[in-house]
T-cell receptor, first 112, second 110 residues
Framework: DTAVSQTPKYLVTQMGNDKSIKCEQN?????MYWYKQDSKKFLKIMFS???????INETVPNRFSPKSPDKAHLNLHINSLELGDSAVYFC???????????FGPGTRLTVT | GENVEQHPSTLSVQEGDSAVIKCTYS??????FPWYKQELGKRPQLIID?????GEKKDQRIAVTLNKTAKHFSLHITETQPEDSAVYFC?????????FGTGTRLLVSP
């Protein structure tokens, strides 16, 4: 009965590779997000989707491409991984932009 | 611009003491202010939130106050316990998203 789930939980890969992180929510929410949390614990929004439509894209390099096949899923694909991409990536969902956001367990990405 | 400042960055208290974390926001249109707690290696989880039509909200040992005029809001934890140790984030709703503060690491010593 997990509300927001992400896979994988850990991802270790080399520079230059392409990888994907998957997110699913079973709360029936309309809005989903991707956040990046760096080593200093800063939580920064990357993308927001509402009903499969992109509504926020925060100056993220175009190596990052989100995809929402349906309202319950928001995946993140990253091309040509760089060392600076190492972080914890959190998916979240909410009913709308002004309500509580529920976070997934996070994906710790390490680029070597 | 979009900015939420949070202080202090670290806070150490003795068990039983009170802890106060303060945030300021820049956008007067912000109307939703949640607080999240993140334990080590875990996801952020909502502990309390407040909307702009309310000045104060309390839930057991946790309370949040909002001063819209000054664009300040604060988290108050009374009778702190070691399990309150975590990183706490404030946030403000700004144009269809939440902007998070930089976090406060709270350490409660027994």
């Amino acid at each position: 009965d997990t509300a927001v789930s992400q896979t994988p939980k850990y991802l270790v890969t080399q520079m230059g590779n392409d990888k994907s992180i998957k997110c699913e929510q079973n709360l029936g929410h309309d809005t989903m997000y991707w956040y990046k949390q760096d080593s200093k614990k800063f939580l920064k929004i990357m993308f927001s989707y509402n009903n499969k439509e992109l509504i926020i894209n925060e100056t993220v390099p175009n190596r990052f491409s989100p995809k929402s096949p349906d309202k319950a899923h928001l995946n993140l694909h990253i091309n040509s991984l760089e060392l600076g991409d190492s972080a914890v990536y959190f998916c979240a969902s909410s009913q709308d932009s002004g309500t509580e956001q529920y976070f997934g367990p996070g994906t710790r990405l390490t680029v070597t | 611009g979009e900015n939420v400042e949070q202080h202090p960055s670290t806070l150490s208290v003795q068990e039983g003491d009170s802890a106060v974390i303060k945030c300021t926001y820049s956008d007067s249109a912000s109307n939703y202010f949640p607080w999240y707690k993140q334990e080590l290696g875990k996801r952020p989880q909502l502990i309390i939130d407040i909307r702009s039509n309310v000045g104060e909200k309390k839930d057991q040992r946790i309370a949040v106050t909002l001063n819209k005029t000054a664009k300040h809001f604060s988290l108050h934890i009374t009778e702190t316990q070691p399990e309150d140790s975590a990183v706490y984030f404030c946030a403000a709703s700004i144009i269809q998203k939440l902007v998070f503060g930089t976090g406060t690491r709270l350490l409660v010593s027994p």
